[in-house]
């Protein structure tokens, strides 16, 4: 039987939207198990709402009915990771034109360090065009309704960090 089709979905998942969700499930119809891993914080511009274990573990929970994919996370260069796991591909999701620039970049940049790596882009469902991490966080922290925008396990983490003291808010 032929090796299976290890995929790693890297982001920085802060936190996993209802998009990157749709992009999984599509992920899994061209590959046998696909890895979701968060990048750390030396990588990432952004400023965090959660930490990468969190991260981690709203991942897992959203995906703890399907054996086939697991959350991981991972420092460092993205092709350096990709051996450790199995994988060969990388997913990405892409909503607009505008994220179209950056992601061709990346794929470009990872197939000149790595040239067996492929990147597939895959398109979620309309509805999740307009959804990012960036904008479910700085709606949680302005108090509005995220309940469309993110799966059941992160929703319930935005809640509970909104409600405490002392939260870490975008
Ligand atoms: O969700 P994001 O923030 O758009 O994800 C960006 C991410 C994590 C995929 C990218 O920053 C990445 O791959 N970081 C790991 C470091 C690396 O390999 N950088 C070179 C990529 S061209």
Redesign the pocket.
Known sequence: MADPRVAVF???FDPLTSGHEDIVRRALAIADRVVVAV?HAP??SKKGMFGVEERVEMIRETFAGEPRVEAAEFQG???DYLPRVGATVVVRGVRTVADWEYELQ?AM??RRLAPAVETVFLAPAPEHAFVSGTLVRQVAALGGDVSPFVPAPVLRRIRAAMASPGANRP
């Open positions: 890297p982001g920085s990048a990588t990432q260069l993205l092709v990346m940049m990872n």
